[in-house]
C-alpha cells in the first residue's frame, strides 16, 4: 500500500511562485507514474502534469504549459510541482496520484489508483 501527503499549498497572489510536494511512505516510488491534479469549486477534477517512474518523460496540461514544472526525486520518495506566475484560475485543491507499478504516465484520473488527501492553493487577484 502506498500512502501520499501533499504539502506546499497556501496563499499566494497572482503572480506568485508556489513548490508543491507529495511524499511517499510504504513503498518506494521508483517504479511508479506519478501525476498532480486540481479541482476548483463546483468543476471537475483535471489533470495538470505527470512524470514517469523515472522523471524523464513528463507532460503538463494546455492551461498551466510554460508555467510549471513536474519533477520527482526517487530516492527522497518525493514528488515535486513548481507553480510560477499563479493565477486567480488556477485556485483549486491539489492532489498528487499514483498508477500501480510498471504503468506509463497518463492523464486519465482512472488510471491512477492512490491518492493523497490534497493541499489546497489559492490566488488572490
Known amino acids: 500500500q502506498v500512502q501520499l501527503v501533499e504539502s506546499g499549498g497556501g496563499l499566494v497572489q497572482a503572480g506568485g511562485s508556489l513548490r508543491l510536494s507529495c511524499t511517499a511512505s510504504?513503498?518506494?516510488?521508483?517504479?511508479?507514474?506519478m501525476a498532480w491534479f486540481r479541482q476548483a469549486p463546483r468543476k471537475e477534477r483535471e489533470v495538470v502534469a505527470g512524470t514517469n517512474w523515472r522523471g524523464d518523460r513528463t507532460y503538463d496540461a494546455d492551461s498551466v504549459r510554460g508555467r510549471i514544472t513536474i519533477s520527482r526525486d526517487n530516492g527522497k520518495n518525493t514528488m515535486y510541482l513548481q507553480m510560477n506566475s499563479l493565477k486567480p484560475e488556477d485556485t483549486a485543491v491539489y492532489y498528487c496520484?499514483?498508477?500501480?507499478?510498471?504503468?506509463?504516465?497518463?492523464?486519465?484520473?482512472?488510471?491512477?489508483?492512490?491518492w493523497g488527501q490534497g493541499t489546497q492553493v489559492t490566488v488572490s487577484s
Open positions: 496520484a499514483a498508477r500501480l507499478p510498471g504503468n506509463s504516465v497518463t492523464s486519465n484520473i482512472a488510471d491512477y489508483v492512490y
Open positions: 510504504g513503498r518506494t516510488l521508483s517504479s511508479y507514474a
